[in-house]
Protein backbone atom coordinates (compact mmCIF):
# COMPACT_ATOMS: atom_id res chain seq x y z
CA UNK A 1 0.00 0.00 0.00
CA UNK A 2 1.43 3.52 -0.64
CA UNK A 3 1.60 6.23 1.42
CA UNK A 4 1.80 10.18 0.82
CA UNK A 5 3.98 10.97 -2.29
CA UNK A 6 6.59 13.00 -1.56
CA UNK A 7 7.63 16.03 -4.66
CA UNK A 8 11.02 15.38 -6.03
CA UNK A 9 12.73 18.38 -5.20
CA UNK A 10 15.82 16.86 -4.70
CA UNK A 11 19.38 16.67 -7.98
CA UNK A 12 18.27 15.86 -10.67
CA UNK A 13 20.44 13.50 -11.32
CA UNK A 14 20.36 11.38 -8.23
CA UNK A 15 16.59 11.45 -8.54
CA UNK A 16 16.67 10.01 -12.24
CA UNK A 17 19.08 6.70 -11.28
CA UNK A 18 16.65 6.10 -8.35
CA UNK A 19 13.93 6.69 -11.04
CA UNK A 20 16.01 4.18 -13.11
CA UNK A 21 16.55 1.68 -10.50
CA UNK A 22 12.87 1.59 -9.46
CA UNK A 23 11.94 0.99 -13.00
CA UNK A 24 14.09 -1.61 -13.17
CA UNK A 25 13.06 -3.38 -10.06
CA UNK A 26 10.08 -3.87 -11.69
CA UNK A 27 8.02 -0.53 -10.13
CA UNK A 28 9.49 -1.34 -6.35
CA UNK A 29 12.70 -0.28 -4.92
CA UNK A 30 13.49 -2.04 -1.42
CA UNK A 31 14.09 0.57 0.91
CA UNK A 32 17.89 -0.66 1.60
CA UNK A 33 18.39 -0.33 -2.22
CA UNK A 34 17.35 3.12 -2.06
CA UNK A 35 19.16 3.85 1.12
CA UNK A 36 22.22 2.52 -0.88
CA UNK A 37 21.86 5.05 -3.61
CA UNK A 38 20.79 8.24 -1.89
CA UNK A 39 23.78 7.68 0.46
CA UNK A 40 26.35 6.60 -1.84
CA UNK A 41 25.52 6.92 -5.59
CA UNK A 42 28.81 8.33 -7.27
CA UNK A 43 29.45 12.20 -7.16
CA UNK A 44 25.54 12.70 -5.98
CA UNK A 45 25.04 10.05 -2.78
CA UNK A 46 25.30 12.12 0.67
CA UNK A 47 28.44 10.51 1.37
CA UNK A 48 29.78 10.74 -2.49
CA UNK A 49 29.02 14.50 -2.71
CA UNK A 50 30.97 17.48 -1.96
CA UNK A 51 28.54 18.43 0.82
CA UNK A 52 30.26 19.47 4.15
CA UNK A 53 28.63 17.33 6.68
CA UNK A 54 30.55 17.04 9.92
CA UNK A 55 30.96 19.90 11.97
CA UNK A 56 30.05 21.60 15.47
CA UNK A 57 27.89 23.86 14.54
CA UNK A 58 25.32 24.16 11.16
CA UNK A 59 26.65 27.69 10.37
CA UNK A 60 29.41 26.21 9.12
CA UNK A 61 27.40 24.04 6.48
CA UNK A 62 27.79 20.89 8.42
CA UNK A 63 24.93 18.13 9.03
CA UNK A 64 26.02 16.98 12.55
CA UNK A 65 28.85 16.55 14.83
CA UNK A 66 31.01 13.05 15.10
CA UNK A 67 32.49 12.62 18.91
CA UNK A 68 36.03 13.50 17.26
CA UNK A 69 35.02 16.72 16.26
CA UNK A 70 33.14 17.73 19.40
CA UNK A 71 36.35 16.64 21.20
CA UNK A 72 39.83 15.44 20.97
CA UNK A 73 39.87 14.07 24.15
CA UNK A 74 37.80 11.37 22.56
CA UNK A 75 40.64 9.79 20.28
CA UNK A 76 43.02 10.32 22.93
CA UNK A 77 40.46 7.78 25.63
CA UNK A 78 39.81 5.43 22.84
CA UNK A 79 43.76 5.56 21.73
CA UNK A 80 43.98 3.36 25.39
CA UNK A 81 41.80 0.87 24.21
CA UNK A 82 43.51 0.65 20.82
CA UNK A 83 47.25 0.53 22.21
CA UNK A 84 45.62 -2.17 24.52
CA UNK A 85 44.56 -3.98 21.72
CA UNK A 86 47.89 -3.27 19.55
CA UNK A 87 49.82 -5.09 22.46
CA UNK A 88 47.87 -7.74 22.86
CA UNK A 89 47.59 -9.14 19.09
CA UNK A 90 51.31 -8.18 18.74
CA UNK A 91 50.45 -6.04 16.00
CA UNK A 92 50.97 -2.58 14.57
CA UNK A 93 48.67 -1.53 11.69
CA UNK A 94 45.28 0.43 12.72
CA UNK A 95 42.37 0.18 9.87
CA UNK A 96 40.23 2.65 10.22
CA UNK A 97 36.21 2.40 8.31
CA UNK A 98 34.99 5.58 6.90
CA UNK A 99 36.98 8.15 8.36
CA UNK A 100 35.13 11.21 8.17
CA UNK A 101 36.86 14.45 8.24
CA UNK A 102 40.26 12.28 9.42
CA UNK A 103 39.45 13.92 12.98
CA UNK A 104 39.99 10.65 14.33
CA UNK A 105 42.51 9.55 12.71
CA UNK A 106 44.80 12.68 13.61
CA UNK A 107 44.09 12.32 17.21
CA UNK A 108 44.58 8.23 17.57
CA UNK A 109 47.95 8.97 15.49
CA UNK A 110 49.36 11.55 17.84
CA UNK A 111 48.58 9.37 20.72
CA UNK A 112 49.60 6.07 19.63
CA UNK A 113 53.13 7.73 18.00
CA UNK A 114 55.38 4.94 17.03
CA UNK A 115 52.66 2.11 18.30
CA UNK A 116 51.28 2.35 14.49
CA UNK A 117 53.56 1.67 11.84
CA UNK A 118 51.00 1.60 8.82
CA UNK A 119 47.62 3.43 9.55
CA UNK A 120 44.92 2.51 7.08
CA UNK A 121 41.93 4.08 6.05
CA UNK A 122 39.04 2.70 4.13
CA UNK A 123 37.08 5.12 2.57
CA UNK A 124 34.45 4.83 -0.66
CA UNK A 125 33.81 8.55 -0.88
CA UNK A 126 36.64 10.06 -2.86
CA UNK A 127 35.89 13.95 -1.61
CA UNK A 128 36.56 12.59 2.13
CA UNK A 129 39.47 11.22 0.77
CA UNK A 130 40.71 14.43 -0.43
CA UNK A 131 40.08 15.87 3.22
CA UNK A 132 41.45 13.52 5.17
CA UNK A 133 44.53 13.65 3.16
CA UNK A 134 44.89 17.41 3.78
CA UNK A 135 44.27 17.20 7.39
CA UNK A 136 46.57 14.04 7.75
CA UNK A 137 49.74 15.65 5.61
CA UNK A 138 51.78 15.35 8.90
CA UNK A 139 51.76 11.97 8.81
CA UNK A 140 51.83 10.95 5.40
CA UNK A 141 54.28 8.49 6.18
CA UNK A 142 52.12 6.22 7.57
CA UNK A 143 49.49 6.80 6.14
CA UNK A 144 47.84 4.69 3.37
CA UNK A 145 43.82 4.99 1.67
CA UNK A 146 42.21 2.07 0.50
CA UNK A 147 38.79 1.83 -1.70
CA UNK A 148 38.41 -2.20 -0.66
CA UNK A 149 39.64 -4.54 2.49
CA UNK A 150 43.56 -6.45 2.26
CA UNK A 151 43.30 -9.80 1.29
CA UNK A 152 44.85 -10.26 4.86
CA UNK A 153 45.00 -8.36 7.89
CA UNK A 154 46.82 -8.23 10.89
CA UNK A 155 45.74 -5.23 13.24
CA UNK A 156 43.16 -3.50 15.20
CA UNK A 157 40.16 -2.37 13.27
CA UNK A 158 38.31 0.90 14.19
CA UNK A 159 35.02 1.90 13.02
CA UNK A 160 33.34 5.43 14.76
CA UNK A 161 29.76 5.45 13.24
CA UNK A 162 29.79 3.13 10.62
CA UNK A 163 27.37 0.57 11.21
CA UNK A 164 24.42 3.56 11.61
CA UNK A 165 25.24 4.26 7.90
CA UNK A 166 24.77 1.04 6.12
CA UNK A 167 21.71 0.62 4.27
CA UNK A 168 18.75 -0.98 6.36
CA UNK A 169 15.46 -3.32 5.11
CA UNK A 170 12.11 -1.92 6.62
CA UNK A 171 9.59 -4.16 7.94
CA UNK A 172 6.05 -3.30 8.71
CA UNK A 173 3.81 -5.03 10.65
CA UNK A 174 0.16 -3.69 9.91
CA UNK A 175 -2.92 -5.67 10.45
CA UNK A 176 -0.95 -8.04 12.23
CA UNK A 177 0.83 -9.16 9.08
CA UNK A 178 4.65 -7.85 7.93
CA UNK A 179 5.12 -6.51 4.73
CA UNK A 180 8.56 -5.14 3.36
CA UNK A 181 8.45 -1.12 3.01
CA UNK A 182 9.78 -0.01 -0.60
CA UNK A 183 10.45 2.99 -2.94
CA UNK A 184 7.94 3.13 -5.93
CA UNK A 185 6.93 6.08 -8.36
CA UNK A 186 3.57 8.42 -8.35
CA UNK A 187 4.37 10.32 -11.23
CA UNK A 188 7.56 11.98 -10.43
CA UNK A 189 7.33 12.00 -7.13
CA UNK A 190 8.98 8.95 -4.60
CA UNK A 191 6.28 7.34 -2.45
CA UNK A 192 6.14 4.39 0.20
CA UNK A 193 4.75 0.83 -0.89
CA UNK A 194 4.57 -2.01 1.10
CA UNK A 195 4.83 -5.71 0.08
CA UNK A 196 3.74 -8.91 2.04
CA UNK A 197 7.06 -10.78 3.25
CA UNK A 198 8.19 -13.70 4.92
CA UNK A 199 10.97 -11.51 6.37
CA UNK A 200 10.60 -10.97 10.31
CA UNK A 201 12.41 -8.78 13.23
CA UNK A 202 15.00 -11.34 14.92
CA UNK A 203 12.74 -11.83 17.99
CA UNK A 204 8.47 -11.74 17.75
CA UNK A 205 6.57 -8.53 18.76
CA UNK A 206 4.31 -8.90 21.32
CA UNK A 207 0.73 -6.91 20.74
CA UNK A 208 -1.18 -6.83 17.88
CA UNK A 209 -0.60 -3.04 17.20
CA UNK A 210 1.05 -1.77 13.76
CA UNK A 211 4.54 -1.70 14.18
CA UNK A 212 7.58 -0.39 11.93
CA UNK A 213 11.36 -1.82 12.37
CA UNK A 214 14.35 -2.24 10.60
CA UNK A 215 16.86 -5.02 10.05
CA UNK A 216 20.51 -4.97 9.51
CA UNK A 217 21.20 -8.12 6.73
CA UNK A 218 24.35 -5.00 5.65
CA UNK A 219 25.71 -4.97 9.06
CA UNK A 220 25.55 -8.38 10.04
CA UNK A 221 27.50 -8.60 6.54
CA UNK A 222 29.90 -6.28 6.99
CA UNK A 223 31.32 -8.41 10.15
CA UNK A 224 30.98 -11.39 8.51
CA UNK A 225 33.51 -10.21 5.73
CA UNK A 226 35.83 -9.12 8.21
CA UNK A 227 36.37 -12.41 9.66
CA UNK A 228 37.75 -13.55 6.60
CA UNK A 229 40.06 -11.46 6.44
CA UNK A 230 41.85 -10.69 9.47
CA UNK A 231 43.85 -13.31 10.44
CA UNK A 232 44.95 -11.74 14.22
CA UNK A 233 43.43 -8.38 15.06
CA UNK A 234 40.89 -7.14 17.17
CA UNK A 235 37.81 -4.65 16.30
CA UNK A 236 36.21 -1.66 18.30
CA UNK A 237 33.13 -0.30 16.82
CA UNK A 238 31.72 2.68 18.55
CA UNK A 239 27.95 3.96 17.25
CA UNK A 240 24.38 4.59 18.27
CA UNK A 241 21.79 1.63 19.09
CA UNK A 242 20.87 -1.16 21.14
CA UNK A 243 20.76 -4.71 22.38
CA UNK A 244 17.93 -6.38 20.36
CA UNK A 245 15.48 -6.65 23.62
CA UNK A 246 15.70 -2.80 23.68
CA UNK A 247 15.82 -2.50 19.92
CA UNK A 248 12.87 -4.30 19.19
CA UNK A 249 10.88 -3.11 22.31
CA UNK A 250 7.54 -3.32 21.92
CA UNK A 251 6.75 0.52 22.19
CA UNK A 252 9.44 1.48 19.55
CA UNK A 253 6.95 0.82 17.19
CA UNK A 254 7.93 3.45 14.70
CA UNK A 255 11.60 1.96 14.11
CA UNK A 256 14.62 4.43 14.50
CA UNK A 257 15.22 5.28 10.84
CA UNK A 258 16.47 9.12 11.05
CA UNK A 259 17.55 11.69 8.48
CA UNK A 260 20.30 14.42 9.69
CA UNK A 261 20.23 17.54 7.76
CA UNK A 262 21.63 20.97 9.28
CA UNK A 263 21.90 19.95 12.81
CA UNK A 264 18.17 18.87 12.72
CA UNK A 265 16.34 15.70 12.32
CA UNK A 266 13.71 14.35 10.77
CA UNK A 267 11.78 10.82 9.53
CA UNK A 268 11.79 11.65 5.76
CA UNK A 269 13.87 9.95 3.75
CA UNK A 270 12.37 10.88 0.27
CA UNK A 271 12.65 14.42 0.63
CA UNK A 272 16.16 16.69 -0.44
CA UNK A 273 18.08 13.70 -2.25
CA UNK A 274 21.38 13.28 -1.60
CA UNK A 275 21.41 16.57 0.99
CA UNK A 276 20.84 14.71 4.25
CA UNK A 277 22.27 11.62 6.02
CA UNK A 278 20.11 8.44 6.34
CA UNK A 279 20.30 6.58 9.42
CA UNK A 280 19.40 3.79 11.69
CA UNK A 281 20.54 3.11 15.12
CA UNK A 282 22.17 -0.35 15.33
CA UNK A 283 21.30 -3.76 17.02
CA UNK A 284 24.37 -4.56 18.74
CA UNK A 285 22.70 -8.27 19.41
CA UNK A 286 22.62 -9.01 16.22
CA UNK A 287 26.12 -7.25 14.97
CA UNK A 288 27.44 -9.56 18.01
CA UNK A 289 26.06 -13.06 17.11
CA UNK A 290 26.90 -12.18 13.11
CA UNK A 291 30.29 -12.08 14.53
CA UNK A 292 30.52 -14.78 16.80
CA UNK A 293 29.23 -17.08 14.36
CA UNK A 294 32.32 -15.29 11.60
CA UNK A 295 34.82 -16.76 14.40
CA UNK A 296 35.00 -13.56 16.28
CA UNK A 297 35.20 -13.36 20.18
CA UNK A 298 33.23 -10.51 22.17
CA UNK A 299 35.74 -8.85 23.80
CA UNK A 300 33.47 -6.23 25.95
CA UNK A 301 29.81 -4.14 25.13
CA UNK A 302 29.34 -1.03 27.29
CA UNK A 303 27.79 2.44 26.85
CA UNK A 304 29.96 4.89 25.35
CA UNK A 305 29.75 6.89 29.21
CA UNK A 306 30.91 3.91 30.62
CA UNK A 307 33.80 2.71 28.09
CA UNK A 308 35.53 6.43 28.08
CA UNK A 309 35.36 6.58 31.78
CA UNK A 310 37.34 3.44 31.77
CA UNK A 311 39.44 4.64 29.49
CA UNK A 312 40.84 7.66 32.08
CA UNK A 313 38.50 9.77 30.25
CA UNK A 314 37.92 11.84 33.51
CA UNK A 315 41.26 12.30 34.24
CA UNK A 316 42.09 14.01 31.16
CA UNK A 317 39.27 16.42 31.10
CA UNK A 318 40.87 17.33 34.82
CA UNK A 319 43.75 19.09 32.83
CA UNK A 320 42.12 20.25 30.21
CA UNK A 321 40.87 23.76 29.87
CA UNK A 322 37.25 24.43 30.86
CA UNK A 323 35.55 25.21 27.57
CA UNK A 324 37.36 21.93 26.68
CA UNK A 325 36.17 19.95 29.68
CA UNK A 326 32.26 21.32 28.97
CA UNK A 327 32.32 19.70 25.13
CA UNK A 328 34.12 16.45 26.49
CA UNK A 329 31.04 16.01 29.07
CA UNK A 330 28.86 15.85 26.06
CA UNK A 331 30.48 12.42 25.13
CA UNK A 332 29.80 10.80 28.21
CA UNK A 333 26.62 12.63 29.73
CA UNK A 334 23.50 10.29 29.57
CA UNK A 335 21.38 13.13 27.84
CA UNK A 336 23.87 13.34 24.85
CA UNK A 337 26.40 11.00 23.43
CA UNK A 338 26.57 9.01 26.86
CA UNK A 339 24.30 6.68 27.09
CA UNK A 340 22.84 6.02 23.35
CA UNK A 341 26.36 5.57 21.85
CA UNK A 342 27.75 1.79 23.00
CA UNK A 343 30.77 0.19 22.16
CA UNK A 344 31.78 -3.09 21.05
CA UNK A 345 35.02 -4.75 21.01
CA UNK A 346 35.73 -8.18 19.31
CA UNK A 347 39.16 -10.19 18.98
CA UNK A 348 40.24 -13.38 16.24
CA UNK A 349 43.10 -14.99 16.30
CA UNK A 350 44.27 -14.57 20.08
CA UNK A 351 43.21 -15.58 22.98
CA UNK A 352 40.25 -12.83 24.51
CA UNK A 353 41.45 -11.04 27.43
CA UNK A 354 40.11 -9.00 30.26
CA UNK A 355 40.58 -5.07 28.11
CA UNK A 356 40.61 -1.97 30.00
CA UNK A 357 37.76 -0.18 27.88
CA UNK A 358 35.68 -2.93 30.10
CA UNK A 359 37.18 -3.08 33.26
CA UNK A 360 33.58 -1.45 34.74
CA UNK A 361 29.83 -1.87 33.29
CA UNK A 362 30.64 -4.56 30.87
CA UNK A 363 26.97 -5.34 29.60
CA UNK A 364 27.94 -8.24 27.29
CA UNK A 365 25.42 -10.19 29.10
CA UNK A 366 22.39 -8.22 27.41
CA UNK A 367 23.35 -8.91 23.82
Known sequence: MASTSVPAGSPGGLLQIIQRSILGAGGWLPFDRFMALALYAPGLG?????????????EGGSDFVTAPELSPLFGRALAVQV???LEHTGTDEVLEFGAGTGALAAQLLEHLGNRVRRYTIVDLSAELRARQQARLAMHAGRLHWAD?????IDGVLVGNEVLDAMPVQLLHRLGGQWHERGVVLQGDALAWDDRPTALRPPIDIPGPHDYLTEIHPQGQAFVRTLAGHVRRGAALLVDY??????YYHPQRST???????????????LADLGAKD??????FSGIAVAAQDAGWDVLG?????RFLINCGLPALMEAAPLAQRAMAHRLIAEHEMGELFKVLALSRGVEPWDAPGFARGDRSHTL
Do not use: W
Open 278 to 283: ITAHVD
Open 301 to 305: YASQA
Open 83 to 85: ADM
Open 46 to 58: YYANAGRKFGAMP
Open 241 to 246: GFPEAE
Open 148 to 152: ALPAQ
Open 255 to 269: GTLMCHQAHRADADP
